[in-house]
Each structure stands twice: as C-alpha cells, then as structure tokens.
C-alpha cells in the first residue's frame, strides 16, 4: 500500500501504527506525562501513543494542544509522526515546533492499528512494510 498526501512538517521515520476514526484533543486528551489517552469514551482511551505513528481524522480541542504536542516530543512521551485526514493549525502548530513529522490529505481508513508504516513526510508519501 502506497499512500499521497500533502507534508505538513517534514521528515521520515517508520513505525507501527495507532489508528483511530476520532478526533484528537491533544489538551485535556492526553496526558503529556505519560503518552496516554485519557479523553472519557475515547476508542483509544487508556493507550499509549509514545513511539507510534498515530493515525486520526484530525484534530480538536484548545489551541494549548500545540505545545502538549511539543512537551510530549521534548520528555520523550509522544508520537513518531502524525498522519491525518484533514490536518487543522492546532496540530499542524504543535508538529512545526517539535519537529514531528506529518501528513494530511491521507485516506486514514486505509490504514490498520499494528501496521508498520514508513513515512517520508517531505515527499508526503505513507507505506506499509
């Protein structure tokens, strides 16, 4: 599989996927401590997304969601890379100043939790291996 998208932040990395179909509140949402998701009733409530290519339609929530992004990326806690449907200037925002890579304009439902993804961000590119 082989999937084009628009670079948000560049960069490449792989990793193995964390995919949800529900926004993401990055403030309140999850905990920058830890890397875990703690919205109430949230399908990955109680996972961790540290070390993972994680996988949404996009983002909600305060824009205080752009620096726990960056306090996640700084301690070690948060994501590989971000993948998104329709990438909002909350995330976009947290990505730029924590040098996070991702993309949008991804059809997330191709995707699968457990793949493991290679990501190209400069070139907007998405493979499983």
Known sequence: MKLTGRRIFKGKTEGEALVTSQSISFYGGVDPDTGTV???GHELEGQSIT????????????????????????????????????????????????????????????????MNLSLDAENGIVESK
């Open 38 to 40: 703690v919205e109430k």
């Open 51 to 114: 070390d993972k290519v994680l996988v949404f339609p996009s983002g909600k929530g305060s824009t205080v969601g752009s620096y726990v992004i960056y306090q996640m990326a700084k301690t070690g806690t948060g994501p590989k890379a971000l993948i998104l449907k329709d990438c909002e200037a909350i995330v976009a925002v947290g990505c730029i100043i924590s040098d996070l890579p991702c993309i949008d304009q991804i059809d997330v439902e191709k995707i699968e939790t457990g």
